[in-house]
């Protein structure tokens, strides 16, 4: 049974190349916001990053998406000083990914103050408090003269 084609001779398949139009507009977009969240932050513009994602929200499918996650944390880490979160979703397939200059201006993407979270030390199990201070003091005497006489 042969095709019914239409006027336009596409076998009705209009629908579909819309669809996915669409669909490639959308990536596209998604990827110049990231690109912006990324030239914002480099540039110590964290409000603008931040309009940025905000004005995203608009984009059909952006917000909940993993993208839409990834920039959320991306912000958070920004805004909190903490280069281990930033650095960790600036190393993920999302940003590595990219165009290579993009990439880059990711993985050297570093926080104002340079600040890493301040983790609290774990204290070892079955040790009392005062043998553990005892054990952080000899550690950093031992730091002291790690670095040579200079």
Not at 34 to 45: C, E, F, K, S
Not at 114 to 130: H, R
Request: hydrophobic share 30%.
């Amino acid at each position: 049974m042969p095709q019914r084609r239409s006027s336009n001779g596409n076998c009705g398949r209009t629908r579909g190349c819309l669809w996915i139009a669409r669909e490639r507009k959308t990536e596209d977009q998604v990827q110049k916001t990231i690109a912006q969240v990324l030239v914002h932050l480099h540039r110590n513009d964290f409000v603008a990053a931040e309009k940025c994602v905000r004005e995203s929200y608009s984009i059909p499918g952006f917000s909940g998406s993993e993208d839409c996650i990834a920039l959320e944390q991306l912000l958070e880490g920004y805004d909190q000083q903490d280069q281990d979160q930033v650095s960790e979703v600036c190393n993920s397939p999302l940003f590595k990914y990219m165009d290579n200059d993009y990439a880059k201006l990711a993985l050297s993407l570093a926080v104002p103050g340079g600040g890493s979270k301040k983790k609290s030390p774990a204290t070892p199990m079955g040790m009392e408090t005062g043998q553990a201070q005892s054990g952080t003091q000899a550690e950093e005497e031992d730091d002291e003269y790690s670095g040579g006489l200079c």
